[in-house]
């Protein structure tokens, strides 16, 4: 029998088991894209979480809340010196979800795979994070209208790059055209709660619409794309 | 018969309860997901549930899966877990199977 002859009926042996895994892969797809969905959705959560901080901050401690995290205040009764308990709470607040993403992302089968990919995108989202934190010092109390701009331009990035990062990673158009617009959407939402919105109210809106955007978008896109058509049947 | 690096001897090898393609399909489901329901794999494979159940029936024969039946809501559950041995069995079909490809793409 011809060689090639023979190598044909093993790969047409073979195909119905590539077709199942295909299947598998799709399942698996899914699965990931609903997981995708429910960080997007909890992203949003810790934004509307950070804009009532920032509120409480701007209403009662007359500064943003990465000042008072650094300890200056505009009240002097709520220093921390003289209100430890708001202090340590505020801190508490800021280490707690950073602290439980990093724990319980970790280990296999931890919820994040930490392969190259998100290892940088975890980098560069830490990175943001206090290279944000720094600028708003950086600006100081004086310019606190500019803070809205800066996180939104932070936010921007870590949209646009993860989208970058994530696309070669998934493959997936839909995740690099919804994290770059909601990249676009946040530089701009930022740029006019600085402009529009009065200092108190500013970054409580602009985390507020982010956060309640992120979230109705993944809940949209969980019941349209992401959820598993049925497949989720618990009866049989 | 060939003596290519890939031939039909090498696929007779294999471990024949996993060479089907359901039970294949089955036990990769289970071994990224350690534990579903009856139903989310019918559903996944795109099986019937009579279909399923006979392949099930095969793979827990070889300890392969274990089957766990519960009622929630009144309403009866099936779980279906891999094993340990499972694992093992899935992981040398598919070192087989890798040679396989390689050998047929080397011609």
């Given at each position: 029998?011809n060689?090639l ?17 295909d ?6 797809k899914k ?6 969905l ?11 979480i950070g ?10 401690l007359?500064v943003?809340a ?8 505009g ?9 430890p ?5 505020l801190?508490?607040l800021y ?7 990093g ?18 995108i ?11 934190h720094f ?7 004086p310019n606190s ?9 932070a936010i921007s ?14 493959k997936?158009?839909?995740i ?17 709660s ?5 200092l108190?109210?500013?970054m409580f809106?602009?985390?507020?619409i982010f ?26 | ?9 090498i ?12 039970r ?8 990224l997901?350690?534990s579903?329901t ?6 996944g494979?795109g ?13 827990m024969?070889?300890d ?31 070192n ?5 490809i390689?050998?047929?793409?080397e011609?």
């Amino acid at each position: 029998m011809n060689e090639l002859v023979v190598e044909m009926e093993v790969l047409a042996e073979l195909t119905p088991h590539l077709e199942i895994l295909d299947r598998v892969i799709n399942f698996e797809k899914k699965v990931e894209y609903s997981r995708f969905l429910l960080f997007i959705a909890l992203a949003g959560f810790i934004g509307i979480i950070g804009g009532f901080i920032e509120y409480i901050c701007y209403r009662f401690l007359g500064v943003d809340a990465t000042f008072f995290i650094f300890g200056v205040t505009g009240n002097p009764d709520l220093a921390p010196t003289a209100e430890p308990i708001l202090f340590f709470s505020l801190w508490l607040l800021y280490l707690i979800p950073i602290l439980g993403a990093g724990i319980f992302t970790l280990g296999t089968p931890g919820i994040i795979n930490w392969n190259k990919t998100y290892r940088i995108i975890g980098l560069i989202a830490i990175g943001l994070f206090i290279l944000t934190h720094f600028l708003v010092v950086l600006v100081g109390i004086p310019n606190s209208k500019l803070i809205p701009i800066i996180w939104g331009l932070a936010i921007s990035c870590g949209f646009l790059l993860t989208s970058y990062f994530l696309t070669s990673e998934t493959k997936s158009k839909i995740i690099q055209l919804g994290l770059s617009i909601f990249g676009i959407i946040a530089l701009i939402l930022g740029i006019f709660s600085s402009i529009i919105f009065p200092l108190e109210l500013a970054m409580f809106l602009f985390c507020l619409i982010f956060g309640l955007l992120l979230i109705i978008t993944s809940i949209i896109a969980y019941m349209n794309i992401g959820r598993l058509d049925g497949i989720i049947v618990r009866e049989e | 018969m060939s003596e290519g690096p890939a031939s039909l001897e090498i696929l007779d090898e294999l471990d024949s309860t996993i060479h089907e393609p359901v039970r294949l399909g089955i036990l990769m489901l289970l071994h990224l997901n350690s534990s579903l329901t009856f139903s989310v794999l019918q559903k996944g494979l795109g099986v019937t549930s009579g279909n399923l159940s006979t392949h099930l029936t095969k793979l827990m024969k070889e300890d392969y899966v274990l089957q766990e039946k519960t009622f929630v809501n009144v309403r009866p559950r099936t779980v279906v877990h891999i094993t340990p041995e499972g694992r093992k069995a899935l992981k040398n079909y598919t070192n087989s199977l890798k040679q396989i490809i390689i050998g047929v793409g080397e011609i």
